[in-house]
């Protein structure tokens, strides 16, 4: 069975960072394209980043409201995934989810609360 | 970055309703268009991807087609679990952007 599970989230003040955390099981995690995904407070989906296989060049993308601020890795030998987020503004606040998938996002983590307020 | 519009952002409908969803792209996507559905408190679940092919495992009542910019998600005979919100999503190209939503509640 695939499972995603988050972890990290908190609450932090402007300015500051956080990383949060993706375990995944039950399928090959080294072939996977994975991507960030984020709902702030009574808001739609948002689209975060996301990383491709290592066999497929490994690389990032990132929307622009998080690029520079936001990095996203993987550490294929332990199957996590991560977002590194910096310089954290009060509209970073929302669930993120980790969610697997080459175009469609077919598995999701149960997502985890990050927020930011002073 | 490709813009989705979907609508409408809300809708009432009675158990046994069929249900039609349209999401627009601001630019042909061909058929790299993907449906979720979340549910209040859960994660979103990814119900048709490729315009139109049914993900393993969800009901037959569901059903998209399109091609280009303009596609439809159908929900034949709505049942009580199918309450929740919908989002479209284009998978052409990055920024992998999401439509606003559209949240069915009972009438």
């Known amino acids: 069975e695939v499972q995603l599970v988050e972890s990290g989230g908190g609450l932090v003040k402007p300015g500051e960072s956080l990383r949060v955390s993706c375990a995944a099981s039950g399928f090959t995690f080294s072939s996977a394209w994975m991507s960030w995904v984020r709902q702030a407070p009574g808001k739609g989906l948002e689209w975060v980043g996301r990383i491709k296989s290592k066999n497929d060049g490994g690389t990032t993308d990132y929307a622009a409201p998080v690029k520079g601020r936001f990095t996203i890795s993987r550490d294929d030998s332990n199957n996590m995934f991560f977002l590194q987020m910096k310089s954290l503004k009060t509209e970073d606040t929302a669930v993120y989810y980790c969610?697997?998938?080459?175009?469609?996002?077919?598995?999701w983590g149960q997502g985890t609360q990050v927020s930011v307020s002073s | 970055d490709i813009q989705m519009t979907q609508s409408p952002s809300s809708l009432s409908a009675s158990v046994g309703d069929r249900v039609t969803i349209t999401c627009r792209a601001s630019?042909?996507?061909?058929?790299?268009l993907n449906w979720y559905q979340q549910k209040p408190g859960e994660a979103p679940k990814l119900l048709i991807y490729?315009?139109?092919s049914l993900q393993s495992g969800v009901s037959s009542r569901f059903s998209g087609s399109g091609s280009g910019t303009d596609f439809t998600l159908t929900i034949n005979s709505l049942q009580p679990e199918d309450f929740a919100s919908y989002y479209c999503q284009e998978s052409y190209s990055t920024p992998l952007t999401f439509g606003g939503g559209t949240k069915v509640d009972i009438k």
């Open positions: 630019q042909s996507i061909a058929t790299f």
């Open positions: 490729g315009a139109s």
């Open positions: 969610a697997s998938g080459f175009w469609a996002l077919g598995a």
